[in-house]
């Protein structure tokens, strides 16, 4: 992987995504815009007039083992496929017990316990994803996650976060916003 | 723990420790000064003029299990001891290679084989130690490492460290510094 990516998405008249809807799933929502920019390395510097921008970087890997990379690795798929004109930036922010777990405690809680690998498995390489951490920089949320997939792969990716939204693991999400987007 | 608290080293004209040498152990060193200031929160946003600044975060623990964060928790102290005039800033960063790893292979190499914690644990009460993450801010090192000791526990310090450098971990550090002050 390469070395950490800064991201910024920024909600606001600009962008290559139409936002289509913005749902508040726990805790508050963010403002509704007409397009969302993602901006990448540079980019994130001066991004356009925004009405809210939400900033990540990319970085290693925290839970997921070698047999599981190995095998992410061999079926997934990057991001910008020009058949995978949707898209979700789901913003997540983890309770405080969460972070005071220690690593193996947290790990079994999401893998042993909620299956977050093997679910998001299930679905690939139909939904592409990119995570993007911002615990570290002070920002609103922990973790920014950006899905791409085809129309006809709307449907399992309901069916895929629905099954995660239902893990021992969500029971330590205490902030998060569901934004769905079409690339026009 | 407390949630990420930001923090600042400046080093410059200020600062209530005396930087008595600052040694290159692998790759670039840092320019001389005369003092540092350690700064946290809001004091981050404008450290006096400083020859250089080293920012960083706290954050949860990436790779300690349960059981050995009770064995540290009951026995480690914590910063600002009146007796601990002693204090070390450590930074480093490791290769692209260890960043690609996956966290079993880095857990495994962490701890199995270089025994990071166990080690770590043998100098406690003695050293305490608190760990700043930079990588995902785009700084020019991975982790900040704050130590504080007392002037008799010198010795033990330095063998501590000795041990921690003849690991196969750190044949993943590309770059290290080693700053060591006295408050005064």
Not at 84 to 113: G, H, N, S, V, Y
Not at 143 to 161: Q, R, S
């Amino acid at each position: 992987m390469a070395p950490c990516l800064r991201v910024a998405f920024a909600a606001g008249q600009f962008g290559g995504w139409r936002i289509e809807r913005i749902s508040a799933v726990r805790g508050d929502s963010l403002a509704h815009a007409p397009r969302l920019a993602l901006l990448e390395g540079e980019e994130t510097l001066s991004p356009p007039g925004a009405a809210w921008v939400l900033r990540g970087v990319t970085s290693n890997t925290r839970y997921t083992n070698r047999a599981e990379l190995n095998a992410l690795s061999a079926v997934q798929a990057g991001l910008h496929r020009p058949s995978a004109t949707c898209a979700a930036l789901i913003p997540i922010r983890k309770t405080q017990a969460w972070w005071d777990l220690a690593q193996d405690e947290r790990r079994a809680i999401f893998e042993e316990q909620s299956h977050h690998i093997r679910i998001g498995q299930d679905y690939l390489p139909a939904v592409a994803r990119r995570l993007h951490h911002c615990r570290e920089l002070g920002e609103a949320f922990d973790f920014l996650t950006w899905f791409e997939y085809a129309p006809d792969a709307a449907a399992a990716f309901e069916d895929m976060v629905a099954r995660l939204r239902d893990t021992p693991e969500w029971r330590y999400v205490e902030r998060e916003v569901d934004i769905r987007l079409r690339r026009d």
